[in-house]
Structures are given as C-alpha cells and as structure tokens.
C-alpha cells in the first residue's frame, strides 16, 4: 500500500512485493497514527522505520505538491469509520483575512479538518467577539481520526474567524484573528 500526504507531515509506506498479507510484522493504523502524534509534538523532522515487509517514511513540512492517497491493488481495503460531522467539505480558495499590524493571526499548525465546537451539538469554542485567555481552546483539527485542539496563545478577543465549521483547512491557513488585550 503506498499512501501519500502533504501539509506538516508526508507519509510513505511501501510494501515490497512477494510478502503476503498474512505475514504482516510492520505497525498498525492505531500504532502509525501514535507515531504521528509523537512526530508532531517533537522537533523531529524525519522518521524511517522499516520492519519486515514495510517501510514507514514521515517527514515533516513537506515542500511539493499535494498528491491524493494511492493504494496498490494488493492492498486490504480499508473499514470506514463515520466521522464527527459530515465529510470535509473541499475547501473553496480561502478568503485572506485582513489584519491590522498589532493583531494576532493564529494559523493552522496541521492540514486537517476544521471544527468550531468539541462536538455537532455542542456550542462553538469562540465566536467573533469572544474574550480569550490564554490557553483557551479556540478549535479542534481533525487529521486521521485524531483531534488535536488549538488554543490560544495570547489573552484578547477574537475579531475574525477565518475557516468554516467542517471546513478542511491548509498548513498555515489563518484561522483567527485576534485583538490582544
């Protein structure tokens, strides 16, 4: 299976031929994706693991193009899981967000899926006019079934919100905009 991802990080994995499923020595998904977590939280900008009939590549910010996942035709289909929302809508080309020199962007560390709330029928972490604190939850960033949470990290109030709810947002995209306090 070869699968391929651009933004903070590029995922490679590549299985030699002639190795039957059956004989599988290399990671999992939940043990892949707790590598990914790790990679992410380290200054770490590049990992290489190869264990029997697979070889994992992770680099960190990428430069390229984005490239769609491809699988071989070997490959075990993956199971579908429901997601939080409803599927990522594809990003139209983002609107720039206009700041003035002393307010703060807070930018998208991870390409990811967008949310405003910890859950669909909870209420939005911020809205325009919200009064943050340091430290805050503004948002949540779905990447491969995984939430990480996005705080602020200046006290003020939030005067733009640069992405919608379920939106898939980009590696440095704006997301908020805020007026220290």
Do not use: W
């Amino acid at each position: 299976m070869t699968t391929k991802l651009t933004g903070t990080a590029q995922i490679h994995i590549a299985r030699h031929s002639g190795l039957s499923s059956d004989n599988r020595v290399g990671p999992n998904f939940d043990e892949i994706a707790e590598i990914l977590k790790i990679i992410d939280a380290s200054s770490c900008d590049e990992l290489v693991i190869e264990t029997g009939d697979m070889k994992l590549l992770v680099r960190r910010n990428s430069v390229g193009a984005a490239l769609t996942p491809t699988h071989d035709e070997t490959a075990a289909p993956a199971a579908a899981t429901p997601s939080m929302a409803a599927p990522p809508r594809a990003s139209a080309p983002a609107k720039a967000l206009q700041k003035a020199p002393h307010q703060i962007e807070i930018v998208a560390p991870m390409i990811g899926t967008f949310y405003r709330a910890p859950s669909p029928d909870a209420p939005p972490f911020v809205e325009i006019g919200s009064v943050v604190r340091g430290g805050q939850p503004l948002c949540l960033i779905e990447v491969m079934k995984l939430f990480t949470t996005i705080a602020s990290e200046h006290d003020g109030r939030i005067v733009q919100i640069g992405a919608e709810n379920a939106e898939l947002v980009e590696f440095g995209r704006t997301l908020f905009v805020i007026e220290p306090a």
